[in-house]
């Protein structure tokens, strides 16, 4: 079966930055699309942008650009996301899903990232 | 900026049918959209409901379904259970890989 399983949650101070790891299984890693979608506290879900595993290939939201990088491992099939200068706006709970058909199917669990000084 | 909008909130009685919305601020959502309907409950990850307008995932329930309505997605509930209490986001593509979620809408069953 398909499963996303992510890093644990990070306490980083502001100006830091931030990687997120999501490893999956159960499924062709490079066959699909990833998504990265955050969720501030009591907020709605954010599209950040999505990496082709087989290329490496990437769009980012226009929010993030400049701030945002995917990447990916495939011998480990695992895709990561790493946000700079963070910000205490960037508290947030961050998601992978991965994509089928341009959309996210399958969700990671998802990981609390706390900025604060 | 685009902007998606769905109701804030929406109440509906157990057994009984509602319909969501979802509107984008560049004019009607079109199947070329490709809109995705996504339900999140407290403390959960979203789990995808409907793709490409109307095409429900193996594991949606029947009693979920979506379309076009004058302009709009549309996420329709007939035959409504407590446990369908939950938000809802819709998702639209905009071309060049930008997809913009909903504000969401919290479905509360009463």
Redesign the interface.
């Known amino acids: 079966q398909v499963q996303l399983v992510q890093s644990g949650a990070e306490v980083k101070k502001p100006g830091a930055s931030v990687k997120v790891s999501c490893k999956t299984s159960g499924y062709t890693f490079t066959g699909y699309y990833m998504h990265w979608v955050r969720q501030a506290p009591g907020q709605g879900l954010e599209w950040m942008g999505r990496i082709n595993p087989n290329s490496g290939g990437t769009d980012y939201a226009q929010k993030f650009q400049g701030r945002v990088t995917m990447t990916r491992d495939t011998s480990i099939s695992t895709a990561y996301m790493e946000l700079s200068r963070l910000r205490s706006d960037d508290t947030a709970v961050y998601y992978c899903a991965r994509d089928n058909g341009g959309m996210p199917d399958y969700w990671g669990q998802g990981t609390l990232v706390t900025v604060s000084s | 900026q685009t902007v998606v909008t769905q109701e804030p909130s929406l109440t509906v009685s157990p057994g009984g049918t509602v319909t969501l919305t979802c509107a984008s601020s560049t004019g009607a959502v079109t199947s070329g959209y490709?809109p995705?309907w996504?339900q999140?409950k407290p403390g959960q990850?979203?789990?995808?409901l409907i793709?490409?307008t109307s095409n429900k995932?193996s594991w949606t329930p029947a009693r979920f379904s979506g379309s076009l309505l004058g302009g709009k997605a549309a996420l329709t509930l007939s035959g409504v259970q407590p446990e369908d209490e939950a938000?809802y986001?819709c998702?639209l593509?905009y071309g060049?890989?930008?997809?913009?979620?909903?504000?969401?809408t919290k479905l509360t069953v009463l």
């Open positions: 490709y995705n996504f999140q990850a979203p789990r995808a793709y490409s995932h938000e986001y998702l593509y060049g890989g930008q997809l913009v979620f909903g504000g969401g």
